[in-house]
């Protein structure tokens, strides 16, 4: 399997983006839908997460409330609706998929290339 991140831009504060993670192949059911973001100098850190199979979603605190992660039958994978973003929500963000529930990167064995988001303010 492999995933294709795609959807990342320039965008005003406040403003929306929409990132979409394509996988092609078939996502064990068991597995479970990440979306990591890395800023400039920074290691990378958890947003959000699904379980292929269903199930509820988990964030990171500062994206509660803006971001919602949910699966996408159409593409085979995920999106990550952003809202109301922030300046520091600046990074480029990457989808992954792995067996664990994990908020934990390394947990994750499967990695899409990454889509930038910037976020002007």
């Known amino acids: 399997v492999q995933l294709q991140a795609s959807g990342g831009g320039l965008v005003q504060a406040g403003g929306s983006l929409r990132l979409s993670c394509a996988a092609s192949?078939?996502?064990?059911?068991?597995?479970?839908m990440g979306w990591f973001r890395q800023a400039p100098g920074k290691e990378r850190e958890f947003v959000s997460l699904?379980?292929?199979?269903?199930?509820?979603?988990l964030y990171e605190d500062s994206v509660k409330g803006r971001f919602t992660i949910s699966r996408d039958n159409a593409i085979g994978g995920v999106v990550l609706q952003m809202n109301s973003l922030k300046p520091e929500d600046t990074a480029v963000y990457f989808c992954?998929?792995?067996?664990?529930?994990?908020?934990?990167?390394?947990?994750?064995?499967?990695w899409g290339q990454g889509t930038q988001v910037t976020v002007s303010s």
């Open positions: 992954a998929a792995g067996p664990a529930y994990s908020v934990i990167a390394r947990n994750y064995n499967i």
């Open positions: 192949g078939r996502i064990f059911s068991s597995y479970v």
């Open positions: 699904i379980r292929w199979r269903g199930g509820s979603a």
